[in-house]
């Protein structure tokens, strides 16, 4: 008998294709997530779980899968949404898409960052609005980029590859070293690795690329957005909760930052009555890092393997390592 697994959305075919060769799939067909009702029902007696950013992986979850569930496959590098302690304590294998989407997200990240620098959003909304009447000495004028600071928080693979594309762009970067020695890359990035305080007071640019913890839960509070520049810009293509949304809109309203990029907000999708959404010095899109054809395709093939290898009892090409 084939394996049984729930994906709880359509993922692209590449993927889809070697996990129906294997197992007898069911994949939620919906535009919008499974309800949790639905997440539970559907769970039942499946070997593996194909699960989405957008679904809460939790005790409940498993146990409700039962005691055959083996793997749960996260299609995203990040994990937040899986309950990792409860899936060691049942014997559960996690795994999730590093690496493949690192640099699809780094370009995201530089085009949000070049965006709000060079407000292209406001400029596009001004010609549709049908504002544009002649070429103006002090129209639209942004802040330069080639010179600037850029301060990098969370310096993994995505950090490092925003690093990189600074690089050519003739930036400053500093990123947060947590540990007494610097990161081994950082030499090569020349990036300069710094306390907390001075990435904030000395970026023009703060760029989030920190996984989502309790430690960096609301990392991007009142006190940090005081210490950052009043020119400077906040660039989120990390997770939401990694910034406090109501210290952010009072930093933004009072002027303590001068612009905010964000591909993921607190909840996400953002609510259409966020006090965010007033502001003219926002730029926010809906999540979408990743967002490339390509990279989505390697994702799905990735999420594919490391369910496969979890049905099997394989160790999975992917594992998440719960740290401890
Ligand atoms: C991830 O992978 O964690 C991104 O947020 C979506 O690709």
Known sequence: MKPKVFITRAIPEKGLTLIRRVCDADVWQGHLPPSRETLLARVRGV???LSLLTDKIDAAVMD?????LKVISNYAVGYDNIDLAAAAARGIAVGNTPGILTDTTADFAFALLMAAARRVVEGERFVRAGKW?????????????HGATLGIIGFGRIGKAMARRAT??????LYLQRRATADPDAAALGAVGVDWETLLRESDFVSLHTPLTPQTH????????????KSAMLINTARGGVVDPDALYSALKKGEIAFAALDVTEP?????DSPLLTLENVL????????????RDKMAVM????????????PLPNAVKRET
Do not use: C, Y
């Open 47 to 49: 070997d593996g779980i």
């Open 64 to 68: 409700a899968a039962g005691a055959q």
């Open 133 to 145: 009447q002649t070429w103006e000495p002090m129209q639209l004028l942004g802040t330069d980029i």
């Open 168 to 173: 050519g762009f003739g930036m400053r970067i």
């Open 218 to 229: 609301h990392l991007m509070d009142a006190r940090a957005f005081q210490l950052m520049k």
């Open 268 to 272: 996400e999708p953002i609510p259409a």
């Open 284 to 295: 926010i899109t809906p999540h979408l890092g990743s967002a490339s054809v390509a990279t």
């Open 303 to 314: 999420a594919a393997e490391n369910l496969l290898a979890g049905v099997r009892g394989e």
